[in-house]
């Protein structure tokens, strides 16, 4: 129902009920004045405005009328009998703090925050004043922190590019609520078709060649097309509507994608975010620019993971080197040090060690004896069991090779490993005699793995013993000699079925 005004003039009203006259003319805040039905009865300027009407329009609309495209947070539709002005005049007391979602034709969903007052004569509730604050800019500011915390998250638990872009994409589909989004990258031939490789939401929309980059195709004149060859972000709001985008009206109206917004982004290839939304106009500038800062928050954690991957090669390459150079001197122990990572790497992941730390001890039992060429070749290969002056020589490779690790700068425990490998938990080992937990842990898991493998593998001076003796020495050492939880997890190792089959195996110049 719309029930007419029978006053003359608008305003007086509500500044004789506030007594704030120059407030009520000139503050962008809304101000209504309800009665006990929820028809307005007064209203300021501050209210046309937020509302799309003037004054006179307003005054007389019923609760109904005035919450024409009220949606919650959400984006559902408001109830009636939860609309502010109702329950103070159902209840007949204040509500603060409610936000609701207004959509005008022709405008971006406004965010306004409400607050509601009854005013009484007799014990009765006879009108509500109810006032409006635009918070649209502070809800976009704050989903945009949102978004930015769970890009950082995302960032940090990711292993490579893709990870971090298909991330993207589904966050803000779930968290953002935007109907699509997809990364699209040129097609690798002359064709100048676009790709999409990481999409998330209505992803039926897409498909390979929807945008091209070519300036003389029609599809390239799409927001796509133009992001890719300006470098510079596109936003079409009222997007069926847009004269440029006739081969896409039925398309986007048979999907309900309404508005959109492309933003280069600087990854390993030329690439755009395109994201849609389907409220007819879903971008503003507030609204870009915190994504561009999305954009700009990827791009910097995709360059350091290539950065890290890059490192990580780097680092991984330095290792292989160092084994190749220790093997070259001993072919009589060649894979050793391979077998040696694998089983510690299977031994920390079985104890839950960091997916970063088990990467780190697993090369550093690839390296952890390559002290040992310092030592004379001779010596190494000798046929028989060591003593005097031969032994002492072979326990420096300890020493060494802690020092040739940390020059080569690796990063910890690598170096650390290589010096404390043959320490024992009752103190009995070398080069220091070390005890316990002095011992780091990544050295303890590589001295079990090293025994193990020692005595499954052959030697110079003897044929290998098996795993059968090799679990017989771990349990008569545990918690002696060697860690018990590490002891403990090393036999659950091979009962889960870990073997050193398919690693590099030993050398064929056995001992006879």
Known sequence: MVRKSN?????????????????VDTTDVGLIYHDVDGTIVDCNPGAAVLFGHSQEELIGLDIAEQNKGVVTRNG????????????????????????????????????????????????EVVGVISTYVDVTNEISRR????????????????????????????????????????IASPVPDDSGDCEYLFTAGQTDYLFTGIASILENNPRSRGPTGVAFRTGVTQVVNNFPAAASFDPWRDRASQYGVCSAVVIPIAVSRPSVLAIYDRHPVAFDDVLVEGLEGLVREVERGCALLTS??????????????????????DPYTEGHEVRVGALGAA?????????????????????????????????LTSPRNLVGMELELVKEHSTVGE??????????????????HHERVNGSGYPLGLRGEDIILPARIIAVADVVEA????????LALGMDSARDELLAGKGILYDADVVDACLAVFENGFTFDGLAVASPLRFI
């Not at 001890?361 to 030592?375: F, N, P, W, Y």
């Not at 005595?455 to 003897?462: L, S």
Request: with cysteine; glycine share 8%.
């Open 7 to 23: 006053r003359a003039s608008t305003g007086p009203l509500l500044n004789s009920l506030l007594e704030l006259s120059d407030f």
């Open 76 to 123: 559902s539709p408001f109830e009636e009998l939860q609309r502010p002005v109702l329950r103070t005049v159902r209840e007949g007391r204040a509500v603060y703090g409610e936000t609701i979602g207004l959509d005008l034709p022709g405008r971006q969903r406004r965010w306004l925050n409400i607050n509601t007052e009854p005013l009484f004569e007799d014990g």
């Open 143 to 182: 989903r945009m922190l949102e978004l930015g915390a769970s890009v950082n998250a995302i960032i940090r638990g990711a292993s490579d590019e893709s990870s971090v872009l298909q991330g993207l994409c589904d966050l803000l589909v779930s968290d953002g609520d935007y109907a699509l989004a997809g």
């Open 308 to 329: 890290v991957d890059q490192a990580r090669q780097s680092l991984e390459g330095t290792i292989r080197a160092l084994s190749v150079i220790t093997e070259s001197r």
């Open 347 to 379: 031994i920390a992941a079985h104890m839950g060690l960091d997916a970063g730390l088990v990467r780190l001890i697993r090369l550093a039992g690839e390296v952890h004896d390559v002290g040992k060429v310092s030592i004379p070749a001779e010596v």
């Open 403 to 420: 020092e040739i690790l940390a020059s080569a700068l690796l990063p910890w425990p690598i170096p650390e490993v290589a010096r404390q």
């Open 455 to 462: 005595m499954v593998n052959d030697r110079p001076f003897r």
